[in-house]
């Protein structure tokens, strides 16, 4: 019998407000967005939306505006999601404001007020875990905390970076110490190119080699390649269509990683992450309600 362990994914919760237009707004006009249609996101959300989906347990901490439960309560309802480990923060979470085509968008980002003792707290409720996904955020306190649970004596079998948007905001020596830590890293071709440029191709080599580390490059419509060895492998994307898919890289992550701590291949584990993201993108849905079923038959 497979044994079912629990992901803990950390990271940042926001307020999305999402307006899809027919072209980006030209300069000094003004988008009127639906505070109707807002709802709760960010990486760490939408990963353990996605595992929880495919069938994996999942269990979300991270921080939440007092102001913004409802929506909590919302997204909740009807999810197979440990959302135990939130932390009610004073007031309201970060804003994300996105003015979405379908091939550009255009976003700002509001960050909340976060409370000194934040990153102890996410610390301690993150020592039981025993799959640990890390996901970026733009606030000092949760990348001081990735940190901290990356260099730090934990109960964790499996370690996972998933710096998203955020990687712009981490520091090189940030980014080397995660790095090194993690069994595996998710980035997209930009952020990729950020690490690289910070740590260097060679020590990037190093980690997979020396040290078994896998980092993974995702390239939207060219697929991804992954890097567990000598020698990058790579790998056809499922998309056939060019455009901004919110939700699809998130969407792999979950999948990748459901796949890899199930004992799969790091090679299948990339197939599998791509019919995740694949399937997604066909939903037109940042959080689609999709099943494994549904997955495998993007393979």
């Given amino acids: 019998m497979e044994m079912r362990l629990t992901f803990t994914c950390v990271g940042e919760i926001m307020v999305e407000h999402i307006q899809r237009l027919r072209q980006l707004p030209k300069p000094n006009s003004t988008v009127v967005f639906d505070q109707n249609r807002s709802t709760l996101g960010g990486a760490a959300i939408n990963v353990a939306w996605y595992l929880s989906r495919l069938g994996a347990n999942a269990r979300l901490i991270a921080p939440l505006g007092s102001c913004d439960t409802p929506l909590l309560r919302r997204l909740v309802r009807g999810e197979n999601i440990d959302f135990s480990g939130i932390i009610i923060t004073p007031g309201c979470s970060d804003r994300l404001f996105t003015a979405l085509t379908r091939h550009q968008h255009l976003s700002v980002y509001a960050l909340a007020m976060q409370p000194k003792t934040l990153g102890d707290e996410l610390v301690e409720r993150c020592k039981s875990a025993s799959v640990l996904l890390l996901n970026g955020s733009r606030h000092e306190a949760l990348r001081q905390a990735n940190t901290a649970l990356a260099t730090r004596p934990t109960n964790s079998r499996w370690l996972f970076f998933n710096p998203s948007y955020a990687v712009f905001a981490y520091t090189r020596t940030e980014l080397r110490k995660i790095i090194t830590a993690a069994h595996v890293t998710i980035l997209n071709r930009s952020e990729f190119g950020y690490v690289r440029s910070l740590l260097g191709a060679k020590e990037i080599a190093k980690l997979s080699l020396a040290r078994g580390r896998v980092i993974v490059v995702t390239k939207g419509p060219d697929g991804a390649e992954i890097l567990a060895g000598e020698k990058w492998k790579p790998a056809r994307s499922r998309i056939s269509r060019i455009g901004v898919f919110l939700g ?51 393979m």
Wanted: without cysteine.
């Fill in 248 to 298: 699809a890289g998130d969407a792999f992550v979950a999948g990748f990683a459901y796949q890899f701590v199930r004992g799969n291949e790091p090679d299948e584990a990339l197939h599998y992450g791509l019919a995740t993201a694949a399937a997604v993108v066909r939903s037109r849905s940042i959080r689609a309600r999709l099943t494994e079923a549904a997955v495998r038959r993007w």
